[in-house]
């Protein structure tokens, strides 16, 4: 079985696609090796481009913060990103950036292989080889997903972002995250 270091020595020196001729560092991702739950976000951002490390910033305190409302730690999880590079200015990612990094996405998961993955936002959803249009069609539900022939359970919901800035969409991110939560406690352990 693949180990997460190697994949993460393969990541921060990268040069599949130009978002590594502007970063400070690529953002492999952290957490517990064997973590139950792997968060997956959309991609770094300043703060964590300067630090290597992800959701570090204003929506990693956001989304830590409602992580321990339902008593889920942070060093218990998993957590990366679909593109382990930060874009310009914080845009959204490419396809062909998704594309490019979506193997080292998968073989964190292959390695881990956690009993839930919660995707946040529409670039985490495609990068996992969802398929909608909106993310209302699958927001809130636990889909089940197969990658390199594993199958996985997942939810998707908001990116942090976006309930952060918009207080209204607070209770549903919430809402979807405990959902996730208690549908892992009643699946069975690995
Ligand atoms: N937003 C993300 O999607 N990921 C991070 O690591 C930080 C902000």
């Not at 249009?133 to 390199?148: R, V």
Request: net charge positive.
């Amino acid at each position: 079985m693949e180990g997460l270091s190697n994949i993460s020595s393969e990541i921060v020196k990268c040069t599949l696609c130009d978002l590594c001729l502007k970063r400070t560092a690529a953002v492999p991702g952290e957490g517990n090796e064997k973590a139950d739950i792997v968060i997956i976000g959309e991609a770094p951002g300043k703060n964590e481009d300067l630090q290597g490390r992800p959701f570090i910033g204003m929506s990693g305190k956001f989304l830590s913060k409602n992580l321990e409302s339902l008593g889920i730690k942070r060093e218990s999880v998993f957590i990366t990103n679909a593109v382990k590079c930060r874009p310009p200015n914080n845009r959204k990612p490419k396809k062909e950036e998704l594309d490019r990094c979506r193997p080292y996405l998968i073989r964190q998961l292959s390695a881990i292989h956690p009993r839930l993955i919660l995707a946040l936002g529409t670039s985490s959803a495609s990068s996992l080889g969802i398929e909608f249009k909106h993310l209302s069609e699958i927001k809130g539900k636990i889909l089940e997903i197969t990658l390199n022939d594993k199958k996985f359970n997942c939810l998707v919901t908001f990116h942090p972002s976006f309930p952060m800035r918009f207080p209204s969409a607070r209770k549903a991110f919430l809402d979807d995250l405990s959902t996730a939560f208690n549908l892992y406690k009643n699946l069975p352990t690995r």
